[in-house]
């Protein structure tokens, strides 16, 4: 599969993979009981594909990666920073997904309740130069919307932390003012 990318440089790459599950189990972020498959939501890609894919040739040399998983996707997840260029340094964000009346969302996986959604953090080059502030929370308690929808408020923080640095949304389903956006469900 052949991918086109913008022809641009970015210091931020934010991502949220369409990740595979395969036999994992996925979770159904709908209402109701049935459980819908992951294709009536999105297209997946396989961890070769996310891989294969040329980040490296659209980062500065200085660059961070703000990657969005599962836990049941840690592992793929760490190699497809590696092959985009970036060398894992830690969790930026764990999202507590809460419902419109702030409780917890729980959803049933394969050995606890999965109730968080990780965002890795790896970086390039010297990133530090451009940290902006200290004072960014890890924790994100935001509410869980439409399937896969992450919350608007981590791309501010992402702004904080780093300032007006070029920057692109990998996977995007809306787009946001100040970023680049690429995905499908783009128009």
């Known amino acids: 599969m052949m991918i086109k990318l913008p022809n641009k440089k970015y210091n931020i790459i934010y991502a949220d993979p369409p990740w595979h599950y395969g036999s994992k189990s996925a979770v159904n972020n709908t209402t109701g009981s049935a459980i819908k498959p ?88 010297s990133m530090l130069k451009h940290k902006q502030v200290n004072n960014i929370y890890q924790k994100v308690a935001a509410e869980r919307t439409k399937h896969s929808k992450k919350p608007n408020e981590v791309r501010q923080r992402i702004e904080k932390l780093f300032g007006d640095l070029p920057r692109i949304e990998l996977f995007a389903r809306e787009t946001a003012e100040g970023w680049d956006s690429w995905g499908n469900e783009v128009d």
Do not use: R
């Not at 500065?60 to 985009?84: G, N, P, R, Y």
């Open 38 to 125: 992951l294709s009536d939501h999105y297209s997946t890609m396989s961890l070769q594909e996310l891989k294969n894919m040329p980040i490296k040739n659209m980062t500065k040399d200085d660059a961070a990666c703000f990657m969005w998983v599962t836990d049941s996707h840690i592992d793929e997840a760490l190699e497809v920073l590696l092959s985009w260029g970036f060398a894992y340094k830690t969790i930026a964000f764990n999202w507590v997904k809460t419902t419109s009346k702030g409780k917890t969302v729980a959803n049933l996986g394969a050995w606890t309740m999965k109730n968080y959604e990780l965002c890795l953090f790896g970086t390039k080059g």
